[in-house]
């Protein structure tokens, strides 16, 4: 079993800055992805970004390229999502979720709020 808890959502203004951390606990995978999504109220959830564990490659939506940056601590087996020049358009909810191999995304987190006042 796999467990993913993130943290660092909360209001900021636009231009901030949060940091959204997703801690992963349980099973362990040689090949691993890490992803983050988002839901915005009314919208599909979509792809933020995501970070091969194992190489550290990573890939952004359009949207958030040169804002959003994803990284990960190998010794916490946690995943950041640092986000800067917030916009209204991001606030939503934020998942992050796990593909064991690096195909489909099995495992996922509660997810944690993020508002963007402008």
């Known amino acids: 079993q796999v467990q993913l808890v993130e943290s660092g959502g909360g209001l900021e203004q636009a231009g901030g800055s949060l940091r959204l951390s997703c801690a992963a606990s349980?099973?362990?995978?040689?090949?691993?992805?890490m992803g983050w999504f988002r839901q915005a109220p009314g919208k599909e959830r979509e792809f933020v970004a995501k970070?091969?564990?194992?190489?550290?490659?990573?890939y952004y939506t359009d949207s958030v390229k040169g804002r959003f940056t994803i990284s990960r601590d190998n010794a916490k087996t946690t995943v950041y999502l640092q986000m800067n020049s917030l916009k209204p358009e991001d606030t939503a909810v934020y998942y992050c979720?796990?593909?064991?191999?690096?195909?489909?995304?099995?495992?996922w987190g509660q997810g944690t709020q993020v508002t963007v006042s402008s």
């Open positions: 349980g099973r362990t995978f040689s090949q691993p992805v």
């Open positions: 970070i091969s564990w194992s190489t550290g490659s990573t």
């Open positions: 979720a796990l593909a064991p191999v690096g195909l489909t995304y099995d495992y």
